[in-house]
Every structure is written in C-alpha cells, then in structure tokens.
C-alpha cells in the first residue's frame, strides 16, 4: 500500500494540476490514496508579488475544491486545507465548514513562502487553535524564505504539544539536514519527502526514526506522469521510493514511511 501526503489540484499560474492526472497517476503507480490541497490558494508568485485577481480564491473557494474532491472518491481523496493567513483568518465561516465537513478533512496546509507569512507569525495562532480542536495534523511547505524556514515550524510545534505538524519538503532547496535534526528534537514534527533525495531519507530513517517521515511527492506538479518523470523528461526521483528502497531500509520501516505512518498521523 502506498499513501501519498503531498498531492495538488487547482490551476495556479503556470501550474495547472487537474482531478484527472490525480487520478490516472494513482491508478497506474499504485498509489492507494492521495492528500490533496488546492494550489489556487497561494497568496503571491514565485517573485512574492501579489497574485492576479483573477487567479485569487478565498480560502474557503479552495477549501471547498478539496473538499468536493474528497467526496466525490472518499476511498482514494482526503483533504488538506490550503489557508491563507496573509489575506485572511481563521474566522467563524472556516469553522463551520471544517465542522461540517470533517470527515473528509484530513489537514490543515500552509505555504509560508507563496503567502509571504511567517509560520510562527501572530495571525498563525488562530488556525494553529483550530488545528488543535479539530485534531487536525498541519501540514507547511518549508524551504525558500526567512518566512517558510523549519525552524519556525519547529517553533509553532514546540509551543503547541497537542499538535502534529509535518515539514513539507524538509527544507526545500537545502540538504536536509536541519530538518532531520529539528525534527528529531520533538516529539510532533514530522517530514515528508517531497523532492527529497532517497538518500536523505535514509539518512532521517537512521538518525532519527522510521516513525515521523511520511512519503510525499507534489504530484501531479510536473504531469500525469510525475511520479515517473520531471517535466523535462528525465527519471523522476521517486522512482527509487517505489523500486531501490525496499532493499535499503527494513521492510518495517519500508511500511511505515509508504503508508502506515501516515495512516496513524491522519487518522485514515
Ligand atoms: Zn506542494
């Protein structure tokens, strides 16, 4: 079984990741079930200027994207809510709709970089609250900016013990390392691997534990065929979690890492 904690939908400048290549992707890699958030609620571009209004959603037109996704396969769909905490707040319309809709929400999501907010920032608090009454893990993209560094993810997590928090990417850009060791260093920080070599993989397996790293992989950001191959066409590095792994690592740790951590920290 293979879980996959870090899939897109949504058209967001150039990316346009659509239901259909989430889906076709899965079937033919063998991927059981996907978290998805909605991409169309990044806040600023790749250069952190303000996106276009016309390609601006509320939080809660993209909460709703996810949402509906998950309803339509709740075996294969579970949502992650990509929130906005730049523009706007965890206020009483989020609530309602996570508590109507909590059984197909699975996360929180942020983008520290694309919503040009510090995660450990003020306005975090309040969805950090929800997160907690919920008990819902969170999930944050890290890596790029001052804004999006692992040390405020570990900050956030070592002033709210009751929730899970999952460093997207371990520091994208970077080798790793200081995700491994912030992570290590609480009990409820995890990472996921996308666009994490497989040996830095290993080497978190080693030095810390097979228990709080989850698989992960930004699918389907380079296509239908994203798990295979990068959009240049070379081999994706996620084939080797799929093939090489299996014979590096235990078999326990092989299942931890593909599915039953994430299985545990989403309560799937
Ligand atoms: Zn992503």
């Not at 790749?46 to 709703?64: M, N, R, T």
């Not at 450990?120 to 907690?132: N, P, R, T």
């Not at 994203?226 to 792994?245: C, D, H, K, W």
Request: hydrophobic letters at 35%.
């Amino acid at each position: 079984m293979i879980i996959d904690a870090h899939v897109h939908i949504g058209k967001m400048l150039e990316f346009d990741m659509k239901k259909s290549e989430v889906l076709y992707s899965m079937e033919k890699y063998g991927i059981d079930y996907s978290i998805v958030s909605d991409c169309r609620a990044a806040e600023f571009d790749d250069d952190l200027k303000p996106l276009p209004i016309e390609c601006s959603f509320s939080q809660l037109e993209c909460a709703k994207g996810a949402v509906d996704f998950a309803k339509e396969y709740p075996d294969k769909i579970g949502a992650a809510l990509w929130l906005k905490p730049f523009n706007e707040c965890a206020d009483r319309e989020l609530y309602d709709f996570i508590e109507e809709n909590r059984k197909y929400i699975k996360a929180l999501k942020f983008h520290p970089y694309q919503s040009k907010y510090p995660f450990d920032g003020e306005k975090m608090v309040g969805y950090v609250e929800l997160a907690e009454e919920f008990s819902l893990p969170i999930i944050s993209h890290t890596g790029g900016s001052d804004e999006a560094s692992c040390r405020r993810v570990y900050n956030m997590a070592k002033r709210y013990p009751n929730v899970n928090f999952i460093m997207g990417h371990m520091g994208l850009g970077t080798d790793n390392s200081e995700a491994i060791e912030l992570i290590g260093s609480l009990p409820n920080l995890y990472g996921d691997t996308a666009w994490v070599p497989v040996e830095n993989t290993i080497k978190f397996i080693k030095e810390v534990n097979a228990d709080r790293i989850i698989f992960g992989s930004d699918n389907p950001i380079d296509g239908k065929d994203t798990y295979a191959q990068n959009r240049v066409g070379q081999p994706s590095m996620y084939i080797p979690y799929f093939n090489e792994l299996k014979n590096l690592i235990s078999e326990e740790s092989y299942e931890k890492l593909m599915y039953l951590n994430a299985k545990k920290l989403f309560k799937l």
